[in-house]
């Protein structure tokens, strides 16, 4: 129990905030504890999880992409252009899955192979995709989408929203990806140390450009996702999202220098910001507050890990050496 306890230590913490936010969300409206009205609830997330899920990856390998959020904005302009042409859905999600995967893919070169700053390529694609969205989707946008693009915000398993299922369905597919696969332990390795495994024959540029494609991928699934539940599509969707998906994958416990992170706490992650937000609309609460509040969380994530390991430094009895780096933590 104690190795379980000091292992999953920060899931465990995640899970006791998720029910103190619960709480008081509660305390806040007699429908909040509604098991459909919850899950219902759940639905405006799932655009924010497909990112988050995309990002963790990349995050693990200690780079970052903050141009997902534009990716999606193509995406959702190509799922919905394809939508007015007649084009059925099941031959439209191939076609915009493999484009968004190329801009990631773009990403990833420009990152691995050219050598650039993640931070400042995908500052500039950030601009650049959101520029190519609104020459795609005009100064209007895109209507009139058809009913079979709209099926996955209306469809249901019961009590629960088709693409809540599919969140979970991409979650545990990370999991697997990263606990159970040659590209998770590269990832992992190159998140400690980039050098090192390249040393020890570790396919470094190829893994980070996978990465990266693959995040392209599942933002153009969250623009699928986008498209069916506002049925429109705009230049400017999910602009500013990046800060809860980015707040999503660190606050999961994945370090943003890389080599540690688990799926199932980028999932319960998503969970607790989810619940604070709910809880916050249900006060009242502006939102430039709930801005403020999803940064403050970004700080603490990184900041509070940070001083306990300072303190652990400084007052534990067995002080680690320099020269060893911490083991990482998978998925």
């Not at 129990?1 to 806040?28: C, D, F, H, K, P």
């Not at 890389?258 to 969970?271: D, E, K, P, T, Y």
């Not at 609460?285 to 969380?297: E, H, Y």
Request: glycine fraction near 12%.
């Amino acid at each position: 129990m104690r190795n379980v306890t000091r292992r999953y230590g920060w899931e465990l913490l995640l899970v006791v905030l998720i029910g103190l936010a619960g709480i008081w969300s509660s305390t806040l409206s007699p429908y909040f504890l509604d098991p459909v009205n919850l899950l219902s609830s759940a639905q405006f997330f799932v655009i924010f999880s497909l990112m988050a899920f995309g990002l963790f990856p990349i995050v693990v390998q200690g780079e970052i992409d903050i141009s997902l959020a534009s990716t999606l904005a193509v995406g959702s302009v190509l799922f919905g252009q394809l939508s007015v042409a007649g084009v059925p859905l099941v031959m439209a999600l191939p076609v915009v899955l493999g484009a968004c995967a190329i801009l990631g893919a773009v990403n990833g070169f420009l990152v691995a192979y050219a050598g650039l700053p993640s931070l400042a390529v995908t500052l500039g694609t950030l601009g650049a995709y959101r520029g190519l969205a609104y020459i795609l989707a005009g100064d209007v946008g895109v209507t009139g989408i058809t009913p079979d693009y709209l099926q996955l915000a209306s469809t249901w398993v019961g009590i629960v929203p088709l693409a809540v299922v599919m969140v979970l369905v991409v979650a545990v597919f990370f999991w697997l990806l990263m606990a159970r696969t040659a590209f998770g332990r590269y990832s992992y390795a190159i998140g400690n140390s980039a050098g090192a495994s390249l040393m020890a024959g570790v396919p470094v540029p190829r893994t980070r450009v996978l990465a990266y494609t693959l995040a392209g991928a599942m933002a153009g699934l969250a623009g699928l996702v986008w498209v069916s539940q506002y049925q429109s599509a705009r230049g400017d969707n999910a602009d500013g999202s990046i800060l809860f998906v980015l707040t999503a994958v660190v606050l999961g416990g994945v370090s943003i220098k890389g080599g540690s992170g688990r799926a199932l706490g980028v999932l319960l992650a998503i969970i607790l910001l989810g619940t604070i937000q709910t809880g916050m609309k249900l006060a009242n609460v502006p939102g430039t507050s709930q801005t403020l509040v999803i940064g403050a969380l970004l700080v603490g994530s990184i900041g509070i890990p940070r001083s306990i390991q300072l303190f652990r430094q400084k007052f534990g009895r067995n002080k680690p050496r320099a020269s060893v780096r911490p083991a990482a933590t998978v998925a």
